[in-house]
């Protein structure tokens, strides 16, 4: 099988090509094509490849490309990571949400709209290259935000394009920890949008174990979530919130420690990688242990305010794994390509899954894959507060996709004026008019 990378340049490319290094089985991945405009970072991430390649006899050829067609000639797959405007663009998206007093992650609130924005236009042209050049190829959307850009792209390529995120997956890992489970066993029962879901039920042959965690004070102190959240708060919805919820259910808390905090996950973020592929430029500096300890600190580092906020310390050892959205990638291609068939939660079109949004909304829910893609299985309804929070922020997404279809700046601005963590219109017209003054990306919005 033929992968091209979209983002080929990308921090996280390693992961995905130890995945592929590590599977021996027949049909496998045998070329990788890494796509990237930036040659530079071509040439760095490239040297980590080859490191990790290293004494590996049937390693899968690596080639790198600027040029977007060639890369997605003769594509079985196309993994879609990219980032338009790089981490410049985070920065900004932050600091402009964050001087009006909201939130501005990269993926929820005004940081997140002001990244679909400018992402949008861009994975419209991607996927309507695919349909052109690559028609029968799969693509897996690890793009943030995710579920907006999976949805967006899959008004071109219906079901062949597949959202990824390694967010409930993670979770579920440590929710079976936490019950002194393998987590192969446990069947999650997880619903919702990208990054805004919640794990309902933990099945362990056939029975439901969530209730006796959340029963048990001691073991629902001890993973991420329960230590950001709270024991009470998790008690009191019955379910373990996705980690990126805490964004709403602490948005003040959130806010006011994003507010305090020294530099913004951006900035962070942009420093470090600058040191990383400044250092990998030169041929002096082992790439793959450069790699890794940047990595380390990444995760080491991941929604630290959050846990400032919520006082929950440092990560433990334990999550510091990530949820591995590199094997969930490997398993959605193997699924697919040798008809393996595997229960992922990943994100797709709705059809009734879950009942008060229409047939082509992107959601987040268990699916089963096959040879023919992936369906996702009958769910409970989800309740009340969480039926109104899907509904309100699906809606923003829609605008968000208008305004990208059509240059409608009044979507734009409806987007940000509905979304539940901006209070006001007032504040909204202002963002907007920041974002497109300080992005050039966002030209397009009359």
Known sequence: MR????GGGGFRVPLVY?????????????????HDLDPARLAAIGRVLAAQADGVPDAPVVTTTTDLDEALRGADFVFSAIRVHGLEGRTIDERV???EGVLGQETVGAGGIAYGLRTVPVALDIASRIARLAPHAWVINFTNPAGLVTEAMSRELGDRVIGICDSPSGLGKRVARALGVVPSRAQLDYAGLNHLGWLRRVLVDGVDRLPELLADETALATFEEG?????????ALGAIPNEYLHYYYFNREAVTAARAATQTRGTFLLEQQRRFYADVASCDTPALAAWHATRLERETTYMAENREAAGAGDRESGDLESGGYEQIALALMRAIAQDQRATLILNVRNRRTIEHLDADAIVEVPCLVGSSGARPVAIDALPDHATALVASVKAVERAVI???VTGSRGAALRALSVHPLVDSVAVARRLLDAYQEQLPQLSYLR
Do not use: C
């Not at 992968?3 to 979209?6: A, D, E, H, P, S």
């Not at 130890?18 to 890494?34: F, I, K, P, Y």
């Not at 230590?227 to 008690?235: A, E, M, N, Y």
């Open 3 to 6: 992968l091209t990378i979209l």
């Open 402 to 404: 208008e305004a990208a």
């Open 97 to 99: 949400a964050l001087a």
């Open 227 to 235: 230590k950001l959240f709270g024991t009470d708060w998790l008690r």
């Open 18 to 34: 130890q995945a592929l290094l590590d599977d021996h089985a027949e049909g496998r991945v045998s070329h990788v094509t890494l």
